[in-house]
């Protein structure tokens, strides 16, 4: 539509206000010459043309503004002039005049569209429960990551599935890649896009894409379309009754009623229908079968009226988006199709690191999130597995939910798990979606995975096995037994969801095999197998069968035994015709199969491997990061390359918590209270049988996760009765360990003997956090921490604080500061529960004991401190001693390994508590605990002499080889002698071996 303005001076000015996004904006303001112009809208663009004639302006819209009752037009507030700096409105013209009357007509129809972008925009930018609860508050705008989208065809996509029946990954061509705002562009000889097939498997991204559409056209930057309705195809299968089009649109978008009947006659301008999830209808393109209808007022099912939609004789001007999966692309004929786009998902590292980068940029963490992206990225320019695995942008989601849980887990979040963040997976991307909406068979599309993915999933584990054959998927889908209609839903299934959990690798001069995309889920799956007990003899499944007809009929026997007749041989059923202790027999069988869930938990997790492991919640850390696995030398060396499935118990356990039980009840699994109250009980009978031994660091810290996993508190506590010492032994803590071992422990308030946190990297966050733990401790081991600044502060606020309990306490080999001392000192004068302290190699030197003393001089509680290796001179131990001989309650200081001559030691080694009221151990091999010091002292020494000065370190030893040449030296004992010179030895060996070095 041409808009005309008459009688306009060559010196005016004019002005075109168009409302844009709720706001006023000017669009231009243009100066008119010796001959009129004429001003084109288009793309919020304007271009100026002279025109032939005069006496006439002419203002022509973007292409949607041909039309009288265009949106875009209806939103043209005034058109106005300036004349000689003054603005003026135009009166005259009667084309304006009557231009002005359509706007007056059509302002409703803007104010129901404004309000349908207003709505839509809030839904399609809502964030998901499970992005919230993982990562917060966020922006979507901010956060999204486009994935790649190509031109494809339907060739193509038969060709994805060619190795096993499983989507496999190609990389796109450059030239096929469009853009998410271009599936609907052509160059300008070709015929238009109107019909849109977009499709990848499940976790591809195809939501996302779906929603970066919407949300782009409400925000005004998708201007070739008018209006966009998007559908759910799932909701349309669940339509029971025909409707028309026109009702449909109204009931979905009531704020349309208004202009419905001009939608359905496409005279609003250019539509955009959007229907996702296709494979949930079945459609019918034979005539015979889908009638022709073109009124968009007629009652028709939902897949008739896509059909007539697609063949464009029902509103053939309207544009049509549909995404499905791999499964449902020839349900089209291709002659509807003008374009085919495949989602290829996060094809480039790049895009990869751009979406972790977005997710994991957490306030308050920034040197966390620093290193964290650096070994991240680091990871995938390896091209790494992970690297690979990460073209499905879903798992990208749960990579950096799992980095997130492992690393920025405070006291203060709402209670996480593992297991939870795995079920919520399945829930982002499956919801409760059945298997195969057409056949109408409520199958919930998780519960047949467990059934046949988890049974894959569990005879690997049995068998240590992570690679699959193609002999190996038909013996879990058992294909021998499927009907026709149950092979289709199989192959449908292994095309779009099998992909989505496996990918195929090739084998040199083999057959192609198969494995769990994330090493991870293949333990969720197993252990979502055995907790749905789907692992069943035949007899446990007859069981079950007719314990469900008994309690819905009668005891019949012809009944039970027609339904038992399907499942067992014909040979055995004499022995089933016992029918009057079926109920007794069958209630047996259960409970049993209960008690097998839970022997299998118990096995899975203390079952003795050759190899040494880090503990699982590190092992899922360094999988993802890459890092370098450290040998223990205790160990014998490194670590075997199998699989050794430490999870599979651990989300046993998740599985049974009540939260998780009703994520799976929304996926359409279902675990009964009364199940897993016995699978409890069983439980907590072998594991008090098991607890009672004396486990590995690492391995109590995988029982401490297990039970957090398990969410229950009283079962928590009957166990951690039990646990009357901690040793967490040289296991790598962070805060996640931290708050897991605080919140298990304190489900029980019993007091603990002995914690050990030595060589555990703690710092003041993992201290704050295990604070209520320690302050029930007797003895507390922090040795070997490098604690810093903070760490120290945490320290004084457990020794300050008067429920403390701590009464032998070990700080060895932490560096005392300056400050460290200030902070410590006052704590060591008020705390009334430590009796024995060591503070053996801190650094502390003449000043740091100096600073220490008149703190220790003011204590009244302390019998026994330990100063030795602290480079203390003669002269200031001396002065130390004269102190503690008045002091009233310190019987015992430890000085060896310090700058003190041979006659010194004599003399201090003279000192004895009866007489001088202290005994001063000067030498090593003083009193009958010292062994344990120094024998300890060597392996550390030993173990990090990479990681410190080599000058230093030689320094140290040679101070050890003095003090053991001296007491050698002292002792009569031959066997005590040959002892010490082993051990001398041993270090003169060492000192080589660092002068070497150098």
Excluded at 53 to 73: D, E, N, R
Excluded at 160 to 167: E, I
Excluded at 610 to 638: K, Y
Excluded at 954 to 969: P, V
Aim: hydrophobic share 40%; aromatic share 8%.
């Amino acid at each position: 539509m041409w808009l005309q303005v008459e009688n306009l001076h060559p010196l005016f000015r004019f002005n075109v206000w168009v409302p844009c996004c709720a706001r006023m904006q000017c669009l231009k303001h243009l100066p008119t010459g010796s001959k009129w112009t004429a001003i084109k809208l288009q793309s919020l663009r304007i271009t100026v043309r002279p025109l032939t004639g005069t006496g006439t302006v002419t203002l022509a819209g973007i292409p949607c503004l041909q039309s009288s009752k265009s949106p875009v037009i209806a939103m043209i507030r005034n058109v106005s002039v300036t004349r000689f700096g003054r603005p003026e409105f135009l009166q005259c013209g009667q084309c304006l005049v009557h231009h002005c009357k359509s706007l007056s007509t059509s302002s409703g129809q803007a104010d129901a569209i404004e309000q349908h972008r207003r709505r839509l925009r809030d839904w399609f930018s809502h964030e998901s429960n499970e992005e919230e609860m993982r990562f917060g508050s966020f922006s979507i705008k901010n956060w999204r990551v486009d994935p790649m989208i190509v031109e494809s065809s339907p060739e193509e996509n038969r060709e994805l599935t060619a190795q096993l029946g499983v989507y496999s990954h190609i990389e796109p061509k450059k030239s096929q890649i469009i853009k998410v705002d271009q599936v609907f562009t052509t160059a300008c000889d070709e015929s238009p896009v109107k019909n849109v097939l977009l499709y990848g498997m499940v976790g591809m991204g195809k939501t996302a894409v779906v929603n970066k559409l919407v949300v782009d056209w409400c925000d005004g930057k998708l201007s070739q379309f008018d209006i966009i309705l998007p559908f759910s195809c799932v909701d349309l299968a669940s339509q029971n009754k025909p409707t028309s089009l026109n009702k449909l649109i109204s009931r979905k978008y009531a704020q349309l009623k208004t202009i419905v009947p001009q939608i359905g006659l496409g005279k609003q301008g250019n539509v955009l229908f959007v229907f996702t999830d296709l494979e949930q209808l079945r459609l019918d393109f034979r005539l015979s079968k889908t009638e022709l209808c073109n009124d968009p007022n007629e009652p028709l099912p939902p897949n008739s009226l896509l059909v007539n939609l697609f063949r464009k004789y029902l509103l053939p001007d309207v544009n049509i988006l549909v995404t499905t999966r791999p499964s449902a692309v020839d349900s089209i004929p291709s002659r509807y199709v003008d374009r085919y786009a495949r989602i290829c998902g996060f094809t480039d590292v790049e895009q990869q690191y751009l979406f972790f980068k977005n997710r994991l940029n957490t306030p308050g963490y920034d040197q966390v999130n620093e290193n964290l992206m650096k070994m991240l990225y680091k990871n995938l320019q390896r091209q790494s597995q992970m690297t690979s695995d990460c073209f499905l942008p879903s798992y990208c989601w749960i990579i950096c939910a799992t980095l997130h849980f492992l690393h920025f887990t405070t006291a203060n979040m709402p209670i996480q798990t593992l297991t939870g963040l795995y079920t919520s997976f399945l829930r982002l991307n499956f919801g409760g979606q059945i298997l195969d909406a057409s056949y109408q068979q409520d199958i919930s599309i998780v519960r047949f995975v467990a059934k046949t993915v988890g049974k894959l999933a569990y005879e690997g584990i049995e068998k240590k096995k992570t690679l699959f054959s193609e002999e190996d998927l038909q013996r879990c889908f058992e294909l021998d037994t499927k009907t026709e209609e149950e092979l289709n839903q199989l192959t449908a299934f292994q095309i779009d969801v099998l992909g989505f959990f496996m990918s195929p690798i090739a084998q040199h001069n083999s057959d192609p095999l198969l494995r769990f995309t994330i090493p991870a889920m293949q333990e969720y799956m197993a252990a979502l197998y055995i907790v749905l007990g789907e692992k069943k003899s035949v007899l446990e499944k007859v069981g079950v069968v007719v314990s469900d007809t008994i309690g819905k009929a009668s005891e019949d026997v012809t009944a039970i035994l027609a339904i038992v007749s399907k499942l067992l041989p014909f040979r055995i059923l004499t022995l089933v015709r016992l029918v009057n202790i079926f109920p007794r027999i069958f209630k047996t069988i259960s409970a049993k199969s209960k008690k097998g869930i839970a022997n299998t938990m118990v096995f899975e997790m203390f079952k003795q491997d050759d190899e040494f492991n880090s503990d699982v919640l590190e092992q899922i850390n360094v999988s993802i990061l890459g890092e370098e696995v450290e040998v223990n030398s205790t160990a014998g060396g490194e670590r075997a390359g199998t699989q050794c499935f430490e999870l599979f118990p651990t989300f046993m356990a998740g599985l049974l918590a009540q939260n998780n039980r009703l994520l799976l009840e929304q996926l359409g699994c279902t675990i009964k209270n009364i199940t897993v109250r016995e699978i409890a009980t069983n439980l907590k009978k072998n594991l008090s049988n098991v607890t009672g031994k004396q486990l590995p660091p690492s391995e109590f810290m995988d029982l401490l996760f297990f039970l957090y996993e398990l969410q229950n508190d009283t079962f928590a506590g009957e166990i951690c009765k039990s646990f009357q010492s901690l040793n967490l032994s040289q296991v790598k803590m962070t805060p996640l360990k931290c708050f897991v071992i605080t919140s298990i422990m304190n489900t029980s308030s019993h007091p603990i003997d002995e914690i050990n946190l030595s060589l555990c990297d703690l710092n003041d966050d993992c201290l704050k956090i295990l604070q209520t733990l320690l302050l029930r401790c007797r003895d507390l081991n922090l040795q070997f921490n490098n604690l810093g600044l903070g760490a120290w502060q945490e320290v004084s606020n457990l020794l300050m604080d008067p429920h403390c309990t701590v009464q032998n306490l070990w700080l060895c080999d932490n560096a005392l500061s300056e400050a460290a001392v200030n902070c410590i000192g006052p704590a060591i004068t008020h705390n009334r529960s430590v009796t024995q302290l060591s503070l053996l190699n801190t650094s502390l030197g003449d000043k740091g004991v100096k600073m220490l003393t008149p703190y220790i001089r003011d204590n009244t509680h302390l019998k026994d401190i330990n100063l030795a290796s602290n480079l203390i001179s003669e002269r200031t131990a001396m002065d130390l001693v004269e102190m503690i001989k008045t002091h009233p309650t310190l019987e015992r200081v430890h000085l060896y390994l310090n700058e003190i001559s041979d006659s010194g030691k004599q003399n201090l080694q003279a000192l004895n508590r009866e007489q001088d009221g202290v005994t001063v151990l000067a030498s090593i091999t003083d009193g009958s605990n010292i062994s344990a010091y120094w024998s300890l002292i060597l392996k550390n020494i030993s173990q990090n002499t990479a990681n410190r000065d080599k000058e230093l370190v030689a320094d140290y030893l040679t101070l050890f080889q003095n003090e053991l040449t001296f007491s050698r030296g002292q002792t009569r004992n031959l066997w005590k002698k040959l002892k010490l010179l082993r051990v001398e030895n041993g270090i003169e060996n060492l000192l080589k071996q660092i002068k070497q070095e150098d």
